[in-house]
T-cell receptor, first 115, second 112 residues
């Protein structure tokens, strides 16, 4: 069984650029959620994907967007990067069974630095 | 590596002692709670979970207690080891929509 894997592990971008982060979900999991964790803070929910559609969104602007693919992997895209977007971006996968989440497992994250 | 525990409440515990970490949650509709451990430079690692129809659940060296009346969650770690040094977060699943809201985190430092 493989866990949640994210790529890249570290990334440096310039303000105004666009970035794509990738996540492969754990085997058997059908739901992917993305979180942003600023230094010294707890993770903040960005959005969730289930059956290739967005299934809930946190308080993040539209320049944060995502995709889920048929194999349940996912991408997080951020346009027009701002300095405050610098954070650890975490992907979590889970199984949604009868409306309940099981096995909510995080990857190691992508450390994004915007300069 | 970078610390995830900047300016967090810190619990210092002697190796071999028991640790108790507390968490207050906000939403009475929350039905699922998880404790995570996060080491510097890593993602949160699942420790133990509990659903709202339970008030206690035990794992290996860990116990989670849930008090819905006062919206309080605690994590007890028995015989704390140096490898337990990390930041611990409680997370609540709000209203069954499978998104987690995290608490502020508690830094645990184990003294050998």
């Amino acid at each position: 069984e493989t866990g949640v894997t994210q790529s890249p592990t570290h990334l440096i971008k310039t303000r105004g650029q666009q970035v794509t982060l990738r996540c492969s979900s754990q085997s058997g999991h059908n739901t992917v959620s993305w979180y942003q964790q600023a230094l010294g803070q707890g993770p903040q929910f960005i959005f969730q994907y289930y059956r290739e559609e967005e299934n809930g969104r946190g308080n993040f602007p539209p320049r944060f967007s995502g995709l889920q693919f048929p194999n349940y992997s996912s991408e997080l895209n951020v346009n027009a990067l701002e300095l405050d977007d610098s954070a650890l971006y975490l992907c979590a996968s889970s199984s949604e069974i009868m409306g309940q989440a099981w096995g909510y497992t995080f990857g190691s994250g992508t450390r994004l630095t915007v300069v | 590596g970078e610390s995830v525990g900047l300016h967090l409440p810190t619990l210092s515990v002697q190796e071999g002692d028991n640790s108790i970490i507390n968490c207050a949650y906000s939403n009475s509709a929350s039905d699922y709670f998880i404790w995570y451990k996060q080491e510097s430079g890593k993602g949160p690692q699942f420790i133990i979970d509990i659903r709202s129809n339970m008030d206690k659940r035990q794992g290996q060296r860990v116990t989670v207690l849930l008090n819905k009346t006062v919206k309080h969650l605690s994590l007890q770690i028995a015989a704390t080891q140096p490898g337990d040094s990390a930041v611990y977060f409680c997370a609540e699943n709000i209203g069954g929509n499978n998104r987690l809201a995290f608490g502020k985190g508690n830094q645990v430092v184990v003294i050998p």
